[in-house]
């Protein structure tokens, strides 16, 4: 561009040729969860960075070097642009006292924004559909949740390609134990810690696990693990959720050292993963958070959830050879002479009435010309309207992708016709 403007590296344009497959995917989306009783929420994509402080953890990788935060000049109060949904829908159902009569399942869509390097199907600011079940206790939610993303998988027909990795958190002394443990064993091996597992080591340990440093595997593999120190509450309560997989015909595979990278999860934790996007292969992650909501200052209640990635489905979608094509206009009218003009657009409004989907040709030219358009644009039918046609109240019908002579009909019977096809 002559002037210099350009998007914000990694915020990305959606171009109308890539919307096709955007509106395939919310409409399956928005389909699947009226199956499952969900109902959507939408939050701001501004909050108060305390939120996410609070609800994320201090000494996280998003809370840390992802978040796009400043102050606001007028009141100087720090904001930041929203960098997951679910701290920003406990905050609403606190504020707005959802829980009030009972739980609620609740989805949520739309841009979030962090500060990574942009990488295949991960961008900074990129587009998740989240799901969050407030109000419900014990495994039931948990198997729904992983019952319901099998199902979605299906239905776009990558199934094949999207795997599932579960793990246990389990309670707070579980957790406690745990740590313990670990902070004593990666103490035992501060030589082989890495600078951020280093700075992690009183903060936040657990999370040292997740890390994607080659040079720490092996010993990470040894690690005290977490599923070792389960209490029984938190074993009954996962092999629930197993038995729930079973009963239901999911495959997964147990990952102890699956954590996730936010602070507030207990008992299950979940990640559906692939091979096809590279490193990042996780499309779709989540689990149980019994403590977030009394943690933000609302009732106990215990919740879980989880959130996808719609960037990185597409691609996967594309690469299949799944995405659909633009939908074609089912006419083209052209027009030629100022009564026929008039006349076009009352024609081409009485198609729209039908229920057809129609191109009205608009910046003159001759009959010739525009019919070229109307061959490009992939219509199925060209409306030819002159001032003759006009003003007889007809119009011309010429099928454009299958054989058949021009035609002459009143407005009406057209209408008809092209509804019939």
Not at 141 to 162: K, V
Not at 388 to 403: F, I, N, T, Y
Request: proline share 4%.
């Amino acid at each position: 561009m002559s002037n210099g403007l350009r998007a914000v590296r990694g915020m990305n344009d959606i171009l109308p040729a890539d919307s096709p497959l955007w509106r395939h995917f919310e409409t399956m989306v928005e389909a699947w969860l009226d199956l499952y009783g969900y109902r959507e929420i939408r939050t701001p994509i501004l909050e108060h960075t305390g939120l996410f402080r609070r609800a994320i953890g201090e000494v996280t990788d998003i809370v840390e070097k992802e978040m796009y935060t400043f102050v606001d000049e007028l009141n100087g109060e720090s904001l930041t642009l929203r960098p997951e949904g679910t701290a920003s829908t406990v905050r609403a159902a606190i504020e707005h006292n959802l829980l009030f009569d009972g739980g609620k399942r609740l989805w949520y869509r739309g841009p979030m924004f962090r500060h990574e390097r942009p990488q295949k199907g991960r961008y900074r600011q990129f587009h998740q559909i989240g799901v969050e079940a407030l109000g419900f206790a014990g495994p039931d939610l948990d198997i729904e949740h992983l019952l319901m993303t099998a199902r979605l998988w299906r239905q776009l027909g990558l199934a094949e390609a999207i795997h599932l990795e579960i793990n246990s958190l389990g309670g707070a002394e579980s957790r406690a134990r745990h740590r313990g443990k670990l902070v004593a064993y990666f103490q035992a091996h501060v030589h082989d810690l890495d600078e951020d597992a280093r700075r992690r080591l009183h903060g936040n340990p657990l999370r040292i696990l997740d890390s994607k440093n080659p040079a720490m595997q092996a010993m990470l593999e040894a690690a005290p693990r977490l599923l070792d120190e389960l209490e029984q509450e938190a074993r009954v309560h996962f092999d629930a959720v197993r038995q729930g997989l079973v009963d239901a015909g999911i495959p997964y595979r147990v990952n102890p050292r699956l954590v996730r990278g936010l602070d507030y999860y207990n008992h299950t934790v979940f990640e559906w993963v692939t091979d096809r996007l590279g490193a990042q292969g996780t499309v779709c992650a989540g689990g149980r958070y019994d403590g977030l909501v009394a943690q933000m200052g609302g009732k106990p209640a215990p919740a879980c959830g989880y959130a996808m990635g719609v960037e990185r489905l597409l691609v996967m979608m594309q690469e299949a050879g799944l995405a659909p094509g633009a939908l074609a206009p089912d006419a083209y009218v052209v027009n030629v002479g100022e009564s026929a003009g008039r006349f076009a657009r009352m024609a081409a409004e009485s198609l729209r009435d039908a229920g057809l989907r129609v191109l009205l040709h608009a910046g003159g030219g001759s009959f010739k010309a525009q019919m070229k358009r109307a061959d490009a644009s992939g219509a199925r039918h060209a409306i030819i309207i002159g001032d003759d046609e006009a003003a007889l109240g007809e119009v011309a019908v010429k099928p454009l992708r299958a054989q058949g002579e021009q035609r002459r009909f009143a407005l009406g019977r057209a209408v008809e016709i092209l509804k019939g096809f």
